[in-house]
């Protein structure tokens, strides 16, 4: 009897695939394994929970078990991958081996922890999954003061989201704006004063190296002596793909594992994508992205080899204080960035437009009103990949 294709991880890079899979292949057989309980939720809800009124355990959208039924699956949950050997075709567990046909890694992302120092620092919580969400809402009691590390995407929707439920927030970040990598200037200046007027307390150029534990609450410091209380720190600086575990069983890995259009590792059978893989020199950690490789990746595994493609992908910025939908040009595009303020009669916003020399459209940023534009411009996108 041949082996199960194996896929590791159960978030949504795993399950698209096992899902592309199914519709063209009912049969054939896959086990899933995943340190988590295999339920399925979609993780950027994470970031609007509050507003949505939901707690970990509502936002799960197919419990495991449905999930098995529904796709077939043979579930190896709470299951801890600790190698992978490539010679013998298993996956090692801390409940045994699982031999694989083809072996699927979606093993996602690692939050980056800052080298905090302080008797506070291990307390600092990061959200990259539901377990996480759980102990934040945990520790999370009403009136609480926030203090978020990093103004990128994620710590943006939080601090947005605590604010819809009444919790001073304060947000750091070392550069001088928010979401530093999305948005030029002025489109980064007009994002502050949005989520500034719904309350959100911004410190930037500000870099936070220290947290003590000071009366049930915490003393943030900085290395020139300024000092911020808060009653929960949490970070959000970004996120690195989990590359260990290919790494150790010498397959190629670089800021991501390494992957060919077809998603395919240095090994034959062995495939990745998600939050874990780069493709042609891409990590691009959002759910598009993985729903496009996903599809691909199920004509591969169902018997029909397909090469990845990404259209333009703009990403949506789940801050209701300030609409904004973001797709940035490829790193190290030549061009320059135009930004115009847009007035309707419902309000204002950023047009940011990053063009070619000749021209071209390579990337934009679009607030407020501007973002009703999303779709018009979005079509004037060149493709991803
Ligand atoms: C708060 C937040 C909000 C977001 N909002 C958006 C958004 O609005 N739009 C957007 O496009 N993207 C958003 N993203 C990004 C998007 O959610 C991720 O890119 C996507 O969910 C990653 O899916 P994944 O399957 O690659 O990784 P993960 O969901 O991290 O899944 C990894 C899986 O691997 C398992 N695993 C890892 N290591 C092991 C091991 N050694 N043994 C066994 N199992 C293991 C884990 O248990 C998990 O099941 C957001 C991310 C966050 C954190």
Wanted: glycine share 8%.
């Amino acid at each position: 009897m041949s082996h199960p294709i194996v896929i590791l991880g159960s978030g949504q890079a795993g399950t698209s695939t096992v899902r592309e899979l199914r519709k063209l292949n009912p049969d054939v057989a896959v086990t899933l394994v995943s340190s988590d309980d295999c339920s399925f939720y979609a993780k950027p809800t994470l970031s609007n929970a509050l507003a949505a009124g939901k707690d970990a355990a509502q936002l799960v959208v197919t419990p495991a078990a449905k999930l098995a039924e529904q796709l077939k699956l043979t579930l190896m949950p709470h299951a801890q991958v600790t190698s992978i050997d490539i010679a013998a075709k298993q996956l090692i567990t801390d409940q045994g081996p699982v031999a694989y046909s083809a072996l699927v890694l979606a093993n996602g992302a690692h939050p980056i922890r800052l080298p905090l120092t302080g008797s506070g620092a291990a307390d600092v919580l990061s959200i990259n999954n539901l377990g996480d969400y759980a102990a934040f809402r945990a520790a999370l009691k009403p009136g609480m003061h926030v203090a978020i590390l990093g103004a990128g995407l994620i710590g943006c929707e939080f601090a947005n989201d605590l604010r819809s439920a009444e919790h001073p927030v304060t947000v750091f970040d070392v550069a001088p704006q928010p979401l530093g990598r999305l948005l030029p200037p002025q489109a980064g200046a007009f994002f502050a004063e949005k989520l500034a007027a719904a309350g959100v307390k911004f410190e930037f150029a500000t870099g936070i190296t220290q947290v003590d534990r000071a009366d049930g609450a915490y003393l943030l410091g900085t290395a020139d002596g300024k000092q911020f209380k808060a009653d929960l720190v949490l970070s959000a600086i970004g996120l690195k793909p989990a590359v260990e575990l290919a790494a150790a069983a010498g397959l190629k890995t670089n800021r991501g594992i390494v992957v060919d259009r077809k998603l395919q590792t240095s090994a034959p059978d062995i495939y990745a994508l998600g939050d874990c893989a780069e493709v042609e020199g891409l990590v691009l950690p959002f759910i598009l992205p993985i729903m496009n490789a996903a599809r691909a990746l199920g004509k591969t595994l169902a018997g029909t080899p397909t090469e990845l493609s990404y259209p333009a992908m703009p990403v949506v910025v789940k801050t209701p204080a300030c609409p904004t939908v973001v797709s940035p040009p490829a790193m190290g595009a030549a061009g320059a960035w135009v930004e115009e303020e847009v007035e309707t009669e419902a309000g204002k916003g950023v047009r940011a437009l990053f063009k070619a020399p000749d021209g071209t459209l390579l990337g934009c940023a679009l607030l407020g009103e501007a973002s009703k534009e999303r779709q018009a411009i979005a079509a004037q996108l060149p493709p991803v990949l």
